[in-house]
């Protein structure tokens, strides 16, 4: 909830800006805090979902690990307090730059997704005399039943090992004499809302450990990915992480001495964020009302990329209720946030507030037409 107080502040302030919640994001962290330690299951938060200082340095002081896909997203997370023991770098083109920053840092686990890459992580680790810990991302063909965009673990996916090439890479593996294998890792798709989905893919894990058992090899840590979807429609309701835990517990078999790893982003850090924005103009359309806005597809892409939903509200009117396309101000017909909503009556200077942009929103803006990035507000600051 966004009450008056704040939104009396927000009048206050150019926009458009990310308004970050904190009391959202504490009371996020404390669930997985709690749930964490009473499972020993570890969770590295997914950088990419939100790079904010501020925002990484609070996630990281619940003694989280840290999930990271560039080596500048791996030297951000060890500024804002993240440990190197506790991060696992993820991606399908790591390039050499990347990958000698981590081993130099001394990361966790490099989550690895082609023969062609562990060749050139053994090469690289040899040269400064390091063993480097690995996990393979297997592609365990489940449709994560979510945009196509953000699906990744079906067969025509670029990321992950094959199945049929498990043994291939193990037998690569035993060869090289500067990397040893951890675990498997997975990460199937991201707003994974079907609860079936995860219990689809934890029981492709436990499939997978047995081959792994009869082949005589020892896994160390499985890691399920992220993916874990937020609610859209209710801004204000957190997600489920009880419930996600539990079902960890009840479905997926670990071995003796084996540790869980999770990496999710969008759950922690998506509810506790909001675009917000002002109305320039309404404009009359041939069948709708426009309300051009000054927050576009460069603060918030998600819309225009793969036709997300967000929950608008217009803070300031309570006037009757209109239909309205909220649009941007980018020369791109694709900015438009929502079409056809109802909204009460909205007039030019209204605050609009984007609400559910925590994840993936200030970290994918850029600066098209040559406009601001936007800059962010902390509730603890206003
Ligand atoms: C993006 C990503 C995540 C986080 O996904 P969410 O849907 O935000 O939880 C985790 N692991 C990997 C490998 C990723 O690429």
Not at 85 to 105: P, R, Y
Not at 269 to 276: D, F, M, R, V
Not at 321 to 336: A, H, K, L, Q, W
Request: hydrophobic share 40%.
């Amino acid at each position: 909830m966004i009450n008056n107080k704040t939104i009396e502040k927000f009048r206050e302030i150019e926009t458009p800006f990310y308004y970050y919640d904190l009391d959202v994001l504490r009371s996020t962290l404390d669930i997985v805090k709690k749930e964490s330690e009473n499972s020993g299951y570890k969770v590295h938060y997914a950088i990419k979902a939100n790079h904010n200082p501020k925002i990484m340095k609070i996630i990281s002081s619940y003694g989280l690990g840290a999930d990271c896909v560039s080596g500048n997203e791996i030297a951000a997370a060890i500024i804002a307090g993240f440990s190197p023991s506790s991060i696992v770098f993820a991606g399908v083109g790591k390039t050499d730059k990347d990958i000698e920053a981590a081993l130099k840092a001394d990361i966790y686990c490099f989550n690895c997704e082609s023969i062609p890459e562990i060749e050139v992580i053994n090469y690289l680790a040899a040269k400064q005399r390091k063993v480097a810990r690995i996990a393979l991302r297997i592609n365990p063909y489940i449709d994560a039943h979510t945009h196509k965009y953000i699906t990744t673990g079906i067969e025509e996916s670029k990321f992950g090992i094959n199945t049929w090439e498990i043994e291939e890479v193990i037998k690569k593996i035993s060869t090289l004499k500067n990397i040893r294998l951890l675990g498997m890792h997975f990460h199937i798709g991201s707003q994974i809302t079907r609860m079936s989905v995860f219990k689809s893919l934890f029981a492709r894990i436990n499939e997978l450990q047995e081959w792994f058992t009869t082949h005589s090899i020892n896994l160390e840590i499985i890691n399920v990915g992220g993916g874990l979807g937020i609610d859209y429609e209710n801004p204000d309701k957190n997600p489920l992480f009880e419930d996600y835990f539990s079902m960890l517990n009840e479905f997926i078999d670990l071995m003796p001495g084996q540790t869980l790893h999770m990496e999710p982003g969008r759950s922690i850090i998506g509810q506790c964020g909001s675009l917000i924005s002002r109305v320039l103009f309404i404009k009359n359309g041939s069948n709708t009302l426009f309300a051009i806005i000054d927050a576009g597809m460069t603060d918030l892409i998600r819309p225009a990329l793969y036709q997300a939903h967000h929950k608008i509200e217009n803070l300031t009117s309570e006037g009757n209720i209109y239909r309205y396309d909220v649009v941007g101000p980018i020369c791109e017909s694709s900015d438009t946030f929502a079409k056809y909503i109802e909204l009460p009556e909205t007039r030019r200077g209204d605050i609009i507030a984007i609400r559910s942009a925590g994840a993936y929103g200030e970290a994918m803006a850029s600066r098209y037409n040559l406009r601001d990035l936007p800059p962010s507000v902390f509730s603890d600051e206003i």
